[in-house]
């Protein structure tokens, strides 16, 4: 019986997260298979550490924390140094449909910024935590994720953009 409840919990999960962890996890690593291979060890993971959760808000903030930091293993695993341009991308529709952003200024400022930078702009602007619970969810300081977050947008800027409000928008 409690592998039955198990097993419907898991694909609870999987349904309900699946597909914005996918979005995290693609402006990371920046391919459709190498965030699969991710993800599978991400829920994998939940299912053999079991955790508790206080809350449904707290197993999501552990979900994209394990997921981040997959992410991070393996780019740290294969060290890579190769990119998908991101016109290829955008030939693909089952990642045009997960990556649905407002505009492909957004996403190509996000797909350019460094891996630490990407991490706090994806989870305070795309996925609309505080400061503070982005700092929290990265381990780091809120006064490190706040600097994060202006490097973030000087980046963005020099590369003929600009932030404002919680949309990126391209400078005229």
Not at 71 to 77: A, D, G, S, T, V
Not at 103 to 125: D, F, H, M, P
Request: proline share 1%.
């Amino acid at each position: 019986m409690r592998q039955s409840n198990q097993s419907e919990d898991i694909e609870t999960v999987i349904r309900q997260y699946s597909d914005m962890l996918f979005r995290i996890c693609f402006l990371i690593l920046k391919n459709e298979q190498d965030v699969k291979d991710v993800l599978q060890e991400t829920f994998l993971r939940y299912l053999t550490k079991q955790p508790e959760f206080n809350t449904e808000e707290h197993r999501k903030a552990w979900l994209i924390k394990v997921s981040q930091n997959k992410c991070k293993e393996f780019l740290r695993f294969h060290k890579r140094h190769s990119y998908t341009p991101l016109h290829e991308v955008e030939n693909c529709a089952a990642i045009a449909d997960a990556t649905n952003y407002e505009s492909r200024e957004t996403l190509e400022c996000i797909w350019n910024l460094e891996a630490s930078l990407k991490g706090v702009v994806i989870l305070y602007y795309l996925e609309g935590y505080s400061l503070k619970k982005t700092a929290e969810l990265l381990s780091i300081s809120e006064s490190a994720a706040r600097k994060r977050l202006q490097r973030a947008r000087e980046k963005m800027q020099s590369m003929n953009t600009e932030m404002k409000g919680d949309m990126i928008y391209e400078a005229r």
